[in-house]
């Protein structure tokens, strides 16, 4: 069992929770993640590990509602526990001194892009940050993301923060002003997908951070097999970055919708089980 020793709302419907899981805070890397089962009866859903505080046994999980097990997970309280924490699984991040680097993060993948950020400049990177949202709220972690950037864009789609527009347009806006030597994007997969055009475009190196359907984590069910470079890969074990404008993203997408309808009926079951969910 894996206590939660602090909960927090960060934004409508996501969620931030440090979790004591002193073997996996011991080995944790950036770019890596976990896969939780919150209960015993529960799916197995991956992570990624936002931060992790090794002296004190800790992880940060950040994850927003998206269905059933995420809205179980968002009902426990400080002293609740997971039923499991396996990990860290996925290759880490290519963490040293690229020269200038471009972070991408939309959503609640700022809160996966924040540990390879971090690290990128402490490995002496000149750091450019663009985080997106559709409005202010729901763009986290900008004063942690500060904190490493050497510059700071914030784009919203309702001009409610920053610069009015998306991502992309932030990423042609700072190519005109100086050079890129290599970006990385994490958000929700269609940002990724045109983040990945774009950096192509403009002829950026760039890392994605897939989150595909996952069961083991290990590279054994092979759910979460993505293609890329038109060869399949496991992004659990082969990633999970890969190199964006190699992703088969049209697949990917399709991929992920898979599921979708029964995702749907599952959040409606749960829903008549607990009652309101008003406060997500």
Known sequence: MYAIKSKRRMAPKEYDIWVEAPLVASHARPGQFVVVRPHEAGERIPLTIADFDSDKGLIRLIFQVVGKTTAF?????????LMDVSGPLGTPS???????????????????????????????NRTITILGGRTSDLVIMKDECAQWSDRLIVTTDDGSEGMKGLVTDAMRLVAQEER???????GPSIMMKFCSLTAQ???IPIWVSLNPLMV????????CRVTVDQKIRFAC?????????KV?????LNRLRQYRDEERISMERYQQEVGDLSWL
């Open 94 to 124: 290519e963490i040293e001194n690229h020269g200038t680097v471009m972070m991408v993060g939309g959503g609640v993948g700022i809160a996966a892009l924040f540990p390879i950020l971090r690290a990128l400049k402490q490995a002496g």
């Open 201 to 203: 475009e403009l002829g």
């Open 180 to 186: 890129v030597d290599r970006c990385w994007a994490i």
């Open 73 to 81: 997970m968002a009902s426990l309280n400080e002293g609740d526990h």
């Open 216 to 223: 083991d984590g290990t590279g054994m069910c092979g759910c």
């Open 237 to 245: 074990v082969d990633g999970p970055e890969f190199d964006g404008t």
């Open 248 to 252: 088969n993203w049209d697949e990917f």
